[in-house]
């Protein structure tokens, strides 16, 4: 019904402001967005993407018509992305919670991206407020009017709980309605949690952030928090998938119709594994008995945070097959994960599969962590990105880059083992535990003579640099940085027989 909310009533008043900083200063009191539109027009400065104009169908992965490629804003429910056009601001006025709906059109991906804020009512006191993120499913989009199915509407309870609890809850689109976690939807994604941080960030508890998934969602969901992890990162402290799609390459092998996805990643699983690997929560092979590849599996970035997931009795075998081996896998970490498979009702696989209210339950007791660097930890990135207590630069783009790392407080060392594709590797000492007086060793174990340079962020003009040549310790050279800390450069440091790099640093 026109004019109507998505829950059935009757929509209160809105205010559209156009100049988000006048708009939002004049009327609620939350921070200035000032900032959020500086990052948006950071992000960049090309126009959006210019689509084919053929007329092919596009079907979804059960074999309905989404409509053509010459309108696929319309088949995908996505805008086209626009360079230097302003955020736009839509708050709606009642009584209880604030509803506030921002449009990001500037987002240096072909998309624009837009996301559904929920604001509990009344008084809080200044980071105090757990986050809730919602990733809807396929088709869906956070605003959708009834009667089409809404991410607000068919998780009404979960954010009707959530709300009442004084928790903040936000749904990203993900640039469109069938994002399934796709690289630009992450960084869509990563650019709503910015944007609304900005608004809403005062409020928020950062130890407190929760993701819930649903289908398609659960898989994104993952993917996004996977890869998506440093410890400077706004992170999620408990992640719950429903049901859903955690790998992308089975979703296609066993989908009905898969027109959609050959749109979405450009091509075919065997054609470009890396575009299906780098949006998923980690590969599952699509042969019984449907094991998990763990060597590009983004998931394993979160092997100490909390998961769950769920699949419905009477859900859909692809899906129930998926869960139990993404369960299988994460089995295998450390961190306490759960699988529940409920003797459900129809209808099977919506928002309200799980009692939502024990999810929540679940979720207001977990709080973030940090990796515990004495403990190995493995790293996966498919970009330059922050990954953990590290900011990793990639050798070669479009691939995979690894790392595993150890602290040993005992010996003052850091143990960075086996990088691939690498070229720098940068971090804080102090971050990351090291002990920096009197000295310090970094020891690279490289299976091979090419390894990464690294960056010690927090050591500025040390009193003397040596590597390890087997023998004795050598004075090596090192370049202090113009924004501090000192690169340590590898033709520097030539490997001990080929393998090793050892380094000792007195601050």
């Known amino acids: 019904m026109p004019g109507a909310d998505p829950r059935g009533e009757e929509a209160p008043k809105s205010a559209t402001m156009n100049s ?6 004049s009327s609620i009191n939350f921070p200035v967005f000032a900032r959020a539109f500086m990052l948006v027009l950071l992000t960049s400065t090309a126009t959006g993407q210019v689509r084919g104009r053929g007329i092919t169908p596009v079907f979804d992965l059960d074999g309905e018509l989404l409509g053509t490629t010459a309108d696929l804003q319309s088949a995908f429910g996505g805008t086209y992305a626009s360079a230097q056009a302003e955020p736009t601001i839509s708050v709606q006025f009642s009584p209880g919670p604030l509803r506030v709906h921002v449009t990001i059109p500037n987002t240096g991906t072909p998309w624009a991206e837009e996301f559904l804020a929920l604001i509990p009512a009344g008084p809080m006191a200044l980071g105090s407020s757990p986050l809730l993120v919602l990733f809807h499913g396929a088709g869906q989009r956070p605003t959708d009017p009834v009667p089409a199915i809404s991410v607000e509407d068919a998780a009404s309870v979960m954010i009707s709980d959530a709300l009442s609890r004084g928790w903040h809850v ?78 992308n390459s089975f979703t296609y092998e066993t989908a009905l119709n898969h ?97 939502n209210v024990e999810v929540l339950n679940w979720m207001s007791g977990q709080t973030l962590t940090d990796p515990d660097p004495q403990v190995p930890q493995s790293l996966l990135t498919d970009r330059n990105a922050q990954v953990h207590y590290f900011q990793l ?67 500025t ?42 380094w000792r640093i007195t601050p």
Request: aromatic share 10%; charged share 15%; net charge negative.
């Open 20 to 25: 988000p900083k006048r708009g939002l200063a």
């Open 170 to 247: 936000l749904i990203p689109l993900g640039g469109h309605a069938y994002n399934f976690g796709h690289a630009d939807a992450q960084t869509n994604t990563e650019l709503s949690l910015e944007v609304f941080m900005s608004m809403f960030g005062s409020s928020i508890d950062p130890g407190r952030v929760y993701g819930y998934g649903h289908s398609m969602g659960g898989g994104w969901l993952l993917a996004q928090a996977g890869l998506r992890c440093g410890v400077d990162h706004l992170r999620f402290a408990a992640l719950f998938a429903n049901g859903g799609t955690p790998s």
């Open 259 to 355: 027109g959609a996805l050959d749109i979405i990643f450009g091509a075919s699983p065997s054609t470009d594994p890396f575009a299906y690997s780098r949006s998923s929560a980690a590969d599952i092979s699509s042969t019984f008995p449907f094991p998990t590849d763990p060597t590009n599996a983004p998931v394993t970035n979160l092997a100490t945070t909390p998961i769950r997931s769920e699949t419905c009795w009477w859900d859909r075998l692809q899906y129930k097959t998926a869960a139990h081996s993404l369960h299988d896998f994460l089995d295998t970490k450390p961190a306490l994960n759960h699988l529940s498979v409920p003797d459900c009702a129809l209808p099977f696989h919506s928002w309200g599969m799980p009692n």
């Open 393 to 459: 630069r990639q050798r070669t783009p479009g691939q995979f880059s690894k790392l595993q790392y150890e602290l040993n407080p005992a010996f003052n060392k850091l143990t960075l083992r086996d990088p691939l594709n690498l070229d720098l590797v940068s971090f804080s000492a102090s971050r990351i535990g090291i002990a920096v007086a009197p000295s310090f060793v970094i020891k690279v174990d490289s299976g091979g003579p090419v390894g990464p340079d690294l960056i010690v962020t927090d050591v």
């Open 461 to 502: 003009t040390p009193q003397a640099v040596e590597r390890f040549d087997g023998t004795l310790w050598i004075p090596v050279g090192f370049t202090n940085l113009p924004t501090a800390g000192i690169l340590l450069e590898r033709a520097d440091n030539p490997p001990h027989n080929g393998v090793t790099a050892l």
